[in-house]
């Protein structure tokens, strides 16, 4: 019997090459922590190894340097602690 399943594999951050490693997996579990797929928008998040083509992400010199996610209103909602170390070089 085959089945369909409509749930997406794990994003392996192992195969970015754009910025750090640990970049990386901080932005896919703020993705999924704040229930990125119903962001009004979300193009190309966790569909591309190419982080800034991910919407509203800006990568320079090899780092996250700027998040713009006003459009997800579910981070606000998003119980835990967004570990802003982890992005070096990202001015706010």
């Known amino acids: 019997e085959i089945s369909a399943t409509t749930e997406t ?18 932005l896919v579990a703020l993705y999924q922590a704040s229930d990125g797929p119903s962001w009004q928008q979300h193009a190309n998040w966790l569909r591309t190894t190419q982080i800034s083509a991910w919407q509203g992400v800006t990568v320079s010199e090899g780092h996250v340097t700027a998040l713009m996610l006003a459009y997800a ?20």
């Open 9 to 26: 594999p794990p994003f392996d951050c192992q195969r970015v090459t754009e910025v750090p490693c640990e970049e990386c997996d901080a």
């Open 73 to 92: 209103y579910k981070l606000y909602q998003t119980r835990g602690t967004l570990n802003i170390s982890k992005y070096r070089e990202l001015k706010w």
